[in-house]
């Protein structure tokens, strides 16, 4: 049971370049999140999606975009990285219903010089 | 609005004693609530969840937790630390009925001194 897998771990870019971090679910869950963690702040919501082609805003969506074609994929892209974007960066999936939780991938650390 | 407080920042204990972390909500309707850990360097894992029945849950590596309605509280208890579980520790909420959102904890850090 794979759960959720994150790519890259590790990404150090340039101010300015886009990027994109993946996100893969293997549970078929309808609700995926992305947040971001930093020091002072816990978690932030930065965008979530309730169904394949349904996204919505969270928190600190600015400067984010994301797709979800499909229903295990979950990608954010960082149209033009500035360092205020450094950060770790945590997709998440739900399922609405008794016993919902939510579960959590490793985590993506984006450094961003 | 929803919104979950860990009043504590940081936490220090000693291995064998017991533990307690306090966690706070607000939210209008009966809530989802959770408990996660996070070792460094790692994602959260779900410690322990509760959404009805019995207000005592136990949950993973020997942890519970008691929600109190009357006092908007759902804490972290664990009789007798091990110095594994030096971690931070996250609260939530879970809205079924806003979108699915959680809302989470700034969390709180756990440190065991042997």
């Known amino acids: 049971d794979a759960g959720i897998t994150q790519s890259p771990r590790y990404k150090i870019t340039e101010t300015g370049r886009q990027v994109t971090l993946m996100c893969h679910q293997t549970w078929s869950h309808s609700y995926m999140f992305w947040y971001r963690q930093d020091l002072g702040h816990g978690l932030r919501l930065i965008y979530y999606s309730a169904a394949a082609d349904i996204t919505d805003k969270g928190e600190v969506p600015d400067g984010y975009v994301v797709s979800r074609s499909k229903t295990e994929n979950f990608p954010l892209t960082l149209e033009s990285a500035t360092r205020s974007q450094t950060s770790v960066y945590f997709c998440?999936?739900?399922?609405?219903?008794?016993?919902?939780?939510?579960?959590f991938g490793e985590g993506s650390w984006l450094t961003v010089v | 609005a929803q919104s979950v407080t860990q009043p504590d920042i940081h936490i220090t204990v000693s291995e064998g004693a017991s533990l307690e972390l306090r966690c706070n909500y607000s939210y209008g309707a009966t809530p989802y609530l959770f408990w996660y850990v996070q070792s460094p360097g790692q994602g959260l894992q779900l410690l322990l969840k509760?959404?009805?029945?019995?207000?005592l849950v136990q949950g993973i590596k020997g942890f519970e937790a008691e929600f109190k309605r009357s006092q908007s509280s759902f804490n972290l208890r664990k009789p007798s630390v091990h110095w594994s579980d030096a971690a931070e520790y996250f609260c939530?909420?879970?809205?079924?009925?806003?979108?699915?959102?959680?809302?989470f904890g700034t969390g709180t850090s756990l440190t065991v001194i042997p």
């Open positions: 998440a999936s739900s399922e609405l219903g008794t016993g919902l939780a939510i579960y």
């Open positions: 939530a909420v879970g809205a079924p009925n806003t979108g699915n959102q959680f809302y």
């Open positions: 509760y959404f009805s029945g019995d207000t």
